[in-house]
């Protein structure tokens, strides 16, 4: 298999001359001639020899090579293994000369400055919009990299590539030095050159907003994705602001001396779900629990028509037997909705106060844990999987392992959770998946509210940018990976708006008793319709 190796040389050796091997043990042999990039590293492509053994930063220390160099810390951080974007560490180790950082190749993947470029034939509102989706990505990923000081990571236009779906990933990351710091407008500057190189017009709206930012006129990444949010809703698809646009010679509708976003125009957007829970065919009781909760407002005139959403969605796998899980599930799934929904009026949630009410729940749970003298497996706990949508918004949080998939034409379906387990925890620190999972305890869940005294939620921010099913799903369901086997019959179906959602959640449960059978099982569906009239 091949990988990309960096060498961070510990002195100026003057030359980028490398041995046949990288390695004393003749492991590592470089493939191609070496690069030198803009930061002083030599980049390679390399081999491994030995594909089963396990890597050098996980063996003992010896007098040539230690653990683990400062330079790889980053890359064994849970961010690495629950994020795509971020590359996974193969292998580290430091000689005399270097250290050396062994990652997963992504030198073949496009670069983002040769897809920013849009086919002339595509509509402007469509080109507009696919720059705003790398725009939000690149966002959610400056708030990442913040905690793992690779802001630089950003800000190097070679650096950034698209998968196979034109997801956003990083092929290394750089890490911030006494020297060598990043503020946001430098994110700016990134932007305004992807345009530039790439010699496209910024819709006026993205064009004041990067110069705004370049400015330092937006403060903090929360302001930014505000601003961004704006941008979006003024670019949904409504067919008099198509009309009006036709009128303008140059298809924006702007007028050059007026440096104002145009006001948000409220999305179309129609919300439907369905829930449903079984106790399973082996399980004495159901401690599993949802939430479906839904706004929906219609504005009609004789000239316009708008609906917009609303809508909070839970789902709880307890644990810890009868008068324990089901407890538990219970509490969380009241708690959460009592610490968001009396607050959210305009606004949609912020990162915080979705943390505040996940935590609160851990806390009530935990708290009747200690009043209860309940120890060791007696102690309750449950799962949490959380989804928030404002019309063409999207918040997805979690905890444990219970799970939340994305399904759309453009992508298919899509895994947006990773589960808080022992296999996912050694997968993190370097371990092969394969390895990883070969033990009974790798599905032993290092994170669930109640057993402990905090937790740490992932939470996520994203936008909706087409018809989207998303599917909240507990172990149950997940297991043995039947929704990835199976999503062709009884998901895709269900995309479709004209099929009756209602059906889909028993369906799904039959399947899982049929496949599965021994856990209770809980399935939550919502479909988010992008409308025009």
């Not at 400062?70 to 795509?84: G, K, L, Q, R």
Request: glycine share 6%.
């Amino acid at each position: 298999m091949i990988w990309f190796a960096i060498l961070i040389p510990k002195a100026d050796r003057g030359g980028m001359t490398l041995p046949g091997y990288l390695d004393p043990q003749r492991r590592y042999r470089p493939l191609k001639r070496p690069v030198l990039n803009d930061w002083g590293d030599i980049e390679v492509q390399v081999s491994d020899q030995t594909p089963t053994e396990s890597p050098y930063y996980r063996a003992t220390e010896t007098a040539l090579m230690r653990s683990l160099p400062d330079v790889a810390e980053p890359y064994i951080h849970p961010y690495c293994a629950t994020n795509s974007a971020l590359p996974r560490l193969h292998d580290a180790w430091e000689d005399e000369d270097y250290a050396i950082v062994l990652l997963e190749d992504r030198s073949s993947l496009s670069p983002l400055i040769e897809a920013w470029t849009m086919n002339e034939s595509s509509k402007r509102q469509e080109v507009a919009l696919q720059h705003l989706h790398w725009m939000y990505q690149m966002t959610d990923l400056w708030m990442l990299l913040t905690e793992l000081a690779g802001r630089p990571s950003l800000v190097q236009l070679d650096n950034l590539r698209l998968d196979g779906e034109d997801l956003l990933c990083l092929q290394r990351l750089y890490l911030e030095t006494s020297d060598q710091s990043v503020s946001l407008n430098q994110l700016g500057d990134t932007w305004s050159q992807l345009f530039r190189f790439s010699q496209m017009s910024p819709h006026p709206d993205i064009a004041v907003l990067i110069q705004r930012l370049q400015q330092g006129q937006i403060s903090s990444p929360q302001r930014l994705r505000s601003h961004l949010d704006q941008i979006l809703d003024s670019l949904q698809p409504q067919s008099q602001r198509e009309e009006e646009e036709d009128d303008d010679p140059t298809g924006w509708n702007f007028q050059e001396e007026d440096f104002t976003i145009t006001a948000p125009i409220i999305p179309t957007v129609q919300l439907t779900h369905a829930g449903q829970t079984d106790i399973g065919r082996q399980r004495r009781h159901n401690e599993d629990t949802f939430l479906l909760w839904l706004r929906q407002h219609q504005r009609e005139t004789p000239n316009s028509r708008t609906e917009s959403a609303r809508g909070l969605y839970v789902l709880c796998d307890g644990m810890g037997g009868h008068e324990g899980g089901d407890v538990a599930s219970a509490i969380a799934v009241e708690t959460v909705a009592d610490r968001i929904l009396p607050y959210w009026d305009e606004d949609f949630p912020e990162q915080w106060r979705i943390n505040e009410a996940i935590a609160a729940a851990n806390t009530a749970i935990y708290d009747l844990n200690q009043d209860q003298g309940r120890r060791g497996n007696r102690r309750m706990g449950t799962t949490l999987v959380m989804l928030l949508v404002d019309n063409n918004r999207a918040a997805i949080a979690h905890v444990g392992d219970s799970r939340l998939y994305r399904l759309t034409v453009s992508g298919g379906l899509e895994l947006l959770t990773r589960d808080h387990e022992l296999g996912q925890q050694s997968i993190a620190q370097g371990v092969d998946p394969t390895v990883a999972y070969q033990t009974p305890q790798a599905y032993q869940l290092t994170q669930a509210l109640g057993p402990r005294e905090s937790v740490r939620p992932d939470v996520r921010f994203l936008p909706i940018l087409e018809n989207t099913l998303f599917l909240l799903a507990s172990d149950g369901l997940t297991d043995r990976s039947l929704v990835e086997l199976h999503w062709k019959t009884h998901l895709k179906p269900y995309l479709a708006v004209s099929t009756n959602l209602n059906f889909a959640p028993q369906e799904l449960i039959d399947l899982a008793n049929q496949e599965n059978g021994r856990d209770n099982v809980t399935a939550v569906l919502v479909r988010v319709e992008l409308k025009s009239f």
